[in-house]
C-alpha cells in the first residue's frame, strides 16, 4: 500500500492527460468519437492506478469490481458531456455555460477519490480491521453530504462512507477514514 501522495500525483497526471485530449478535440485534431475512446482509456487505466495504490499487492477481483463500479458511473456522464458537445453547448456563441470544457473534462480525475478510498477500505478488511470512524477535517470547509457521513465514533467498517461517494467535495474532500 503506497501512499496518499501518489494519488495526488495520479490525479494531477489524470488531470492534465483529460484537459490535452479535450483541447485537441475543441482544435479539431481529435474527432468525437475519438476523443470519447481514449477519454475512457484513460479514466478506467487511471481507476486501475488508484486502486493499485490502495491495493495490498495486486489487483484482485474485488479491486476490479470497485473500478469497474466506479467506472461505469463516470462513463455514463462522459457521454452526457459528449453529448453536450456534441450539440454545441460548449460553442462560444451559445449561452455561457458554468464549466469550460476544459474544466470539466479535469473534474474526472477527482472521481479516483472514490476508487481510491473504496479499495482502501477493502484492503484494511483484509488486514483485519473491522471498524472506522469517519471525520470531518475541521479545517476544511465540508459539503453537506460530509456532515452526514461523518460517524461520531467507531462503526463497522462495512457501514462506513468512503471518501467521493456522492459528495459536492469529491477530489477535495478533506475527510479522514481511520480504522481498527
Ligand atoms: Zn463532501
Ligand atoms: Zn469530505
New binding site residues.
Partial sequence: MLTSSSLQRETAQTTVKLRRLTSELRTDRLPLEQWQSRFTDTLRAAHLSAAEIAADGTLTPPYEAIVDEVLAEELDYLSKFADDLASGQYDEEVSPVRYTALERAGLYAAALALTYSRATILTRQSQGHTQAWRR??AL?R??K??VE?QTFGWVGIDEVVA?GHR?A?RG????HISFR
Fill in positions: 470531518l477535517n476544511a465540508s459539503c453530504q460530509c457521513y471518501i459528495c467535495c477535495r474532500c478533506k475527510c
